[in-house]
């Protein structure tokens, strides 16, 4: 009785043990290789996360400060000449329907020096302004050490200084005197950073009546503060320019603060695409060094290859058996660099306070890339290596 002859069948168990037996023979190699690829998943999920990670943050310190700041600023008229805010500009602003807050500072021409042995002509990097009771309130701002002004200071030779202001004169904890003009002044706090108003950190604030009474100021605001609604934002804004100067809008310069922080999440994820760029050419480079080392591989392993065909096996066989080398140096590659992709990721963003966040997809994504690049690496090997005769293959030396 004669039977009928049938192709060998491999299981993918027997598959996959096959081409992990064809890695571990040359280990030195696959490690290389694989690194390869490791760099470029570990530089793409980097990037993806520690983007994420600081735009999460950012957002967070947007809902926590605030998106309804509104400012006005003093400009110049058609002349050239510095506009003056009416001195009532913060209850013309408080008639306003919408607007929940409002409060006003003031530049003051006024010198700061540490103390009297340092030269007028030496400038500390430090302006002086007026500002009311009510601006820490108004921006969402602390005081780091010591106290803001009173109903009672605000009248006295005493300032507030923002905290780098404090570092340029070497104020290191209130009660220490600093000179405005060539007036004594106290300093009775330190204001921790103003995240949405970052000028102020450079400013050493003094009470509107102290600054007419020791600094020679007119009283005229040159900066107005409004918080509204959030849903009334745009509405306010169409309309304070109008209610700071009524008789010149124009010269009034309104903005809102978080817009800047808004720009600058648009800015990383202009920077998280270059670097998203750079990490797919690593991990081309790794594809092409895995197809190379398959290549290499095939021409080294002919003997092989012509004896497991003699023995039964078939193009097919030979073709998964090299295709899944390649898938598993790969997957190697890319497990190990997302695995580090995200330990970078935790490690950066603990260093900068943030809250680690790497999105699933980004590691999904890593992951695919390399079974794709495994696919596409391995491919033309994996046929070449099915297209050898046995016989020309076994004498092969």
């Not at 913060?90 to 003031?106: F, S, W």
Request: aromatic share 4%.
């Amino acid at each position: 009785m004669s039977g009928r002859l049938t192709a060998a069948r491999m299981s993918p168990a027997d598959i996959l043990r096959t081409g992990a037996t064809g890695l571990r023979a040359r280990r030195t190699r696959v490690v290389l290789s694989a690194l390869g690829i490791a760099i470029g998943i570990a530089t793409m999920v980097a990037v993806i996360g520690l983007s994420t990670s600081s735009r999460a943050d950012l957002m967070s310190q947007l809902d926590r400060l605030g998106t309804n700041l509104l400012t006005a600023e003093a400009g110049k008229d058609l002349d050239g000449n510095p506009v003056k805010l009416p001195k009532n500009v913060v209850a013309m602003v408080n008639r306003v329907g919408p607007v929940e807050k409002a409060t006003a500072t003031a530049e003051v021409d006024a010198r700061v020096r540490r103390s009297d042995v340092v030269p007028k002509e030496m400038p500390a990097g430090v302006t002086v302004q007026a500002a009311r009771l009510d601006l820490l309130d108004a921006l969402n701002a602390q005081v780091d050490s010591g106290t803001w002004f009173t109903p009672a200071s605000e009248n006295l030779p005493a300032a507030v200084l923002g905290h780098i202001a404090a570092e340029r004169l070497g104020v290191t904890v209130p009660g220490e005197r600093i000179l405005l003009n060539d007036t004594w002044f106290v300093v009775i706090g330190v204001l921790a950073p103003v995240e949405l108003v970052p000028q102020l950190d450079r400013v050493a604030m003094t009470g509107f009546p102290a600054a007419e009474r020791y600094l020679g100021f007119d009283g005229h605001p040159t900066t107005v503060f409004e918080r509204s609604s959030d849903e009334s934002v745009e509405a306010v804004r169409g309309v304070l320019a109008r209610t700071v100067n009524p008789g010149a809008p124009e010269s009034v310069n309104v903005s809102r603060p978080s817009d800047a922080l808004a720009a600058r999440a648009a800015t990383d994820k202009g920077l998280t695409t270059l670097m998203l760029g750079l990490g797919a050419v690593a991990l081309l480079v790794g594809g092409v060094g895995i197809a190379n080392t398959m290549i290499i591989s095939v021409l080294e392993r002919r003997q092989e290859i012509g004896l497991r065909r003699a023995l039964g096996a078939t193009k097919g066989h030979i073709r998964m058996q090299f295709l899944t080398e390649s898938l598993l140096l790969s997957v190697l590659g890319g497990a190990t660099g997302a695995a580090l992709g995200a330990i970078a990721t935790a490690i950066f963003a603990a260093a900068q306070g943030w809250t680690a966040v790497v999105p699933a997809w980004a590691l999904g994504g890593g992951i695919g890339a390399t079974l794709a690049i495994g696919v596409i690496a391995g491919l033309y090997p994996a046929i070449r290596a099915s297209r050898l005769h046995p016989t020309v293959a076994l004498n092969t030396t």
